[in-house]
């Protein structure tokens, strides 16, 4: 088998790169270690910044997002038992963000690349990368127990956090940055109203909790807790009095419960490895970078790393130009970096930190407060929750 583009993973990294390539005539084949159903039944991004929509466009995908997609203007800072509403449109100039599910974008993504006939290789096994610093890469993989090769110019290892291109890189030739949390969120999929029509992110001496929603009838709610913790210990009785506990009077009034459809614990971590080109081998998304999702950075970083990618494709494929491809590197980085100083930032700010203490809770209360009176410091929140210009 050969192809000009090897993707590895078709999480939204992988398909939302082979859609672009597609429309750019450049062939790839995808390559998944999960059935369809497994990638579509992960829970996870929520929020779709400009640029990530633009992207969706461009990669003919964006029909449904537009028709069922939330669009929002503002959300809300929940602390010392008060709401205060960052009003992101007006301080951006009229910027928004898009509420529309990274499930939606990964079966919008699947139905298109399916109703093209283009060639994914689902529950692939044994899958390696080699030979990625010459010019002739490879993959292997095993499918029914049958192994194949498939040769190609270059691999684009979109496998996420735990994949196997970053892993194949020797030591020597990456760097790894890594910060881990000392806590994680413990995440509820519920068929009620959500409790406002804005996200809400609340700090509260119990904890961090964030409102948010999938539709105006499916909400997303999310509670800090214990990275000790289980979700078998967490019934939604316990889950629902807890989110009332860290929610304002008003909003726990308001709160519509009802049986979770889903219910996970994610840790939180940021993590970058540098660089992102290692020869014909480049990594997106997850697989070379990692954001607490606090700041809803990472479906979005992905996102823009697959733009520079698939711009550096076309540009080998239509001028023989191998710029895009030498700087992408460089390029993709100062943009996550932004990011993840962003959703460090947004983190320390709105969580309960073991070790702070007193102290620590009354500094993130004077933050917040500041963050709410001074139009510089709403500024620059809001231009980073909206998404910096590429
Ligand atoms: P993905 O979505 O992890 O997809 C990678 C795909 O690669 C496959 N794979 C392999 N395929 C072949 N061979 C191998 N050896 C392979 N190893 C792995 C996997 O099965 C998978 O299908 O990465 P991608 O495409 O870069 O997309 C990134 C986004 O998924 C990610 O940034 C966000 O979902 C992060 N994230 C969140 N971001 C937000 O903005 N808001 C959130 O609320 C939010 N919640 C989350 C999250 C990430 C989570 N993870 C990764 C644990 C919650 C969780 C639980
Ligand atoms: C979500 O809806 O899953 C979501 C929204 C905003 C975040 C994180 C997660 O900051």
Redesign the pocket.
Known sequence: MRTQVAI????????LLGQLLHKAGIDAVI????SPD??LG??????LEQVSIDLLDEAGVGTRMHKEGLVHGGFELLFKGQRHRIDMNELTGGKNVMVYG?TEVTRDLMDARQAAGLPTIYE?SQ?SVQDFDGKHPVVR?EKNGVSHELQCDFIAG????????RASVPESAITNYEKIYPFG?L?VLADVPPVSHELIYANTERGFALC?MRSETRSRY?LQCPLSDKVEQWSDDAFWTELKNRLDPEAREKLITGPSIEK?I??LRSFVAEPMRFGQLFL????AH??P?T????????ASDVKYLASAFMEFYAEKSTAGIDSYSERCLRRVWKAERFSWWFTSLMHQFPQAGGFGQKVQEAELDYLIHSRAASQSLAENYVGLPL
């Open positions: 590895i993973g078709a999480g939204p990294s992988g398909l390559i998944e270690r999960q497994y990638v992960r829970i996870r991004a929520g929020v990274q692939a899958v993989f979109c496998d996420g956090f735990h994949g196997v291109c969120w995440g948010s999310y996970s994610a840790p997106a998304g997850d697989a990692i954001v999702p700041g809803a950075k990472g479906l979005n970083l992905a």
